[in-house]
RNA sequence: GCCGUCGUAGCUCAGUCUGGUAGAGCCCCCGACUGUUAAUCGGGUGGUCUGCGGUUCGAAUCCGCACGACGGCGCCA
């Protein structure tokens, strides 16, 4: 943790504060901006910053907030640095609540304790002014948090404007200052579950053998017949964003057999919905010489792991966000399995009829997960309406051999994986069975042509996931910059 | 693609039904306060009532059109 933080102050002093008078921009135009941008309203100000940050005086930051939280430095003396959360001030005293990135603490700003300037200093400086400040950690039962900060000294790096963020604040508004919101504890608690569930799921996959490739983004079709493309000039020829690696995914898993990519993926679909994303980040796998059941075991044990580690990793965070680390430890596999049969008839249990062929929708998939503290598994779905690439069941034509695994708290379908179709000529007919014109997939059918081997795999939505973990309302709170059908700025 | 709700100060909203000179709280500014927890108390700044058109002596308010946003369903991960 303290290299992390001394990383991040060195970082910050090689882009932005050069110290040999050059402009950080690389080229001649930058360096006149540069120079303009000094020149003008702001320059004062510019020039004090840069100054104050060179005072000898002040050594680079050495102590992340949550250090301090866990009790590391209590009776010690630091240095911190990071934005006014909070501000209160009575009389004598400023009170000053202090974020970084890792948590949020209290410092106190006595008027006798202080220099003047940095007195008047604390109680000048608005919301989300950068600051650093130098005291004594305290215990004290009367600060948030029982721990807090008493100030020896107190330094504004820079004074922010009026900030537009307060509380009681609308969804719209938020989303129109995103770039701000950002800062929130609700959202950097997520980043931080995020980095662990996206680390986790490469460490899972490594871990068992897997290469990493990487697919196009720019494609020349689709892979899910129904799926809208997001379409773009590609030198006067249409071309279109990546929704799958799956076409490609079957080109490579006869090359390198064990494969997995987690990257973006674009929907052009209007889904006005609390778990649907335009651009969102997909994990997807594909394994070669094993079928359905192995790739569903891949996909139980890659959705625990990712539960493990944000467990071990942020446990603070976990309760934050409403759930427990005990509840996250107990996701492992295996999970209930029933299939698309079963799953009908327990819905007609409980009063829901469904006409066999369709798919389950929102509200199925919230009453088979009702009570479910573990996603479920469902499999063999009837083959009508199904992508063309999935594999007959041997048993029975009329099902495929693919699943999904449904979470609860309303997020419903985080994976969606099959055995893959082998026979060339039952993809051909499948492929004029759902409108499509075979000859525009013939570089993807030689799959079939060449050394076809049975083969499975699984597409998992990061964000799902992430937002099934930190039980959020909405997907686009699982992601810093959420794209939606109505908004894609900031 | 379908259905619904909303648009008034930087933010959150009242005012619209029943037309008559634009309101509150928060933020911000000034002042008080040496243990605040979204501090509190006193004073102050701040408006293209989403836009266009219509009705009217008079429109934030009534009518029409447009735009924007949010929510739900479908489709999917």
Known sequence: ?????????????????????????????????????????????????????????????????????????????????????????????????????????????????????????????????????????????????????????????????????????????????RHLWVRSQKMTTMFRIRDSTFRAVHEYFRGRGFWEVSPPMITPAGSEGGSTLFELDYFGKKAYLTQSWQLYAEALVLAMEKIYYVGPSFRAEKSRTTRHLTEYWHAEMEQAWVGMDEVLKHAEGVISHACQVVAEEHPDDVVAVGRTPEFLKAVKPPFERITYDEALKRLKAKGMELEWGKDLRTLEERALTEGKTKPVVVTHYPRVSQAFYKAKDPKDPELVLGFDVIAGDGVGEVVGGSERETDLEVIKKSLVEQGEDPKSYDWYLDSRRYGSVQHAGFGMGMERLIQWICRLDHIRDAVPFPRTPARFAP
Request: charged share 30%.
């Open 1 to 177: 943790m303290p290299s992390r933080s001394a990383g991040v102050a060195a970082r910050s002093k090689g882009r932005i504060y050069r110290t040999d008078g050059s402009c950080p921009f690389p080229s001649g135009v930058g360096r006149v901006v540069c120079r303009s941008a000094r020149a003008r309203t702001r320059g004062a100000r510019l020039r004090a910053r840069k100054g104050n940050l060179e005072r000898p005086e002040w050594p680079r930051a050495m102590v992340a907030i949550a250090e301090i939280l866990h009790g590391k430095h209590t009776g010690a003396s630091v240095e911190l640095r990071g934005w006014i959360y909070r501000t209160r001030t009575m009389g004598g005293k400023a009170f000053v609540v202090l974020r970084d990135a890792t948590g949020v603490i209290q410092t106190t700003i006595a008027r006798d304790k202080v220099p003047p300037e940095a007195f008047a200093a604390a109680e000048k400086a608005l919301i989300e002014s950068s600051v650093i400040v130098k005291g004594s950690v305290v215990a004290d039962k009367r600060a948030p948090g029982g721990v807090e900060v008493r100030a020896s000294d107190f330094h504004v790096v820079h004074f922010a404007e009026k900030y537009p963020i307060q509380e009681d604040q609308s969804e719209e508004f938020l989303l129109d200052v």
